[in-house]
């Protein structure tokens, strides 16, 4: 699903590149720029992430320490089977996802400019569709938005970390979050709207990709060993 988003949204954003204009468009203003991007609220709610990020990585690295405490104690019980893949999962998740692909791979390699910056919107450089590699902006472009990446990781984190009956509420508030923490950047000038889906969409395949292999696939040394049945001892009679 998550392969199927990255193919759909790229082909529509390739064929109609003109939605991105439109959307951007509707937060600009002649003269004033983006002035959303001076909302007192909204640079509160961006300022946040951090906070919540740095709280959640907090909450993984200590699931994680104390999953292995107790296994080398020789304790076990329903509440961590599978804490440990889990929690190792989200940390390899963030370095891979928004650490990797996104911020360094596809920020830093296809030069696209933040709608800031294109002279369509009171900047110099020139405008540049999805997947163009443009030399309009040279580090920490507009292709694709980290801050969306990230709130992409925490959702996938609330949902690996927060036990089940507090689940459903708990996705569904992180979720909201994630899409305004990620909207918000388009309000700001800062990111075109394809950056923000195509985001979401590439860092749940790396994530789906990677729990896959790290969580989810059976791997020889965690399948128990097999019982070995007990011969009855041969009598012999001289």
Request: hydrophobic share 50%; aromatic share 8%; glycine share 10%.
């Amino acid at each position: 699903m998550a392969l199927a988003a990255v193919v759909i949204l790229s082909i529509y954003f390739l064929v109609f590149p003109g939605v991105d204009l439109a959307v951007s468009e509707a937060f600009h203003q002649a003269g004033d720029g983006f002035p959303l991007s001076q909302n007192p609220i909204l640079r509160t709610l961006r300022k946040s992430s951090s906070w919540v990020l740095a709280g959640l990585l907090i909450v993984t690295v200590g699931a994680l320490a104390c999953r292995r405490w107790s296994v080398g104690r020789g304790g076990v019980g329903p509440v961590g089977v599978g804490l440990g893949r889990r929690c190792a999962f989200l940390l390899v998740g963030l370095v891979t996802g928004p650490g990797l692909v996104v911020n360094t791979v596809l920020k830093n390699g296809w030069g696209r400019a933040r709608p800031v910056q294109t002279d369509l919107f009171g900047g110099e450089a020139s405008f540049s569709g999805v997947w163009q590699v443009s030399d309009a902006c040279r580090d920490n472009c507009s292709f694709v938005s980290g801050e969306a990446s990230s709130a992409t990781w925490m959702v996938c984190a609330v949902l690996l970390l927060v036990p089940a009956r507090w689940r459903t509420p708990a996705v569904a508030v992180a979720a909201v979050y994630a899409v305004a923490l990620s909207l918000n950047r388009v309000a700001f000038g800062g990111h075109y709207l394809s950056d923000v889906l195509l985001s979401w969409a590439i860092t749940a395949l790396v994530l789906a990709g990677l729990y896959r292999i790290m969580a989810a696939a059976p791997v020889p040394g965690r399948r128990p060993l097999p019982v070995l049945k007990r011969r009855r001892p041969v009598v012999v009679v001289a």
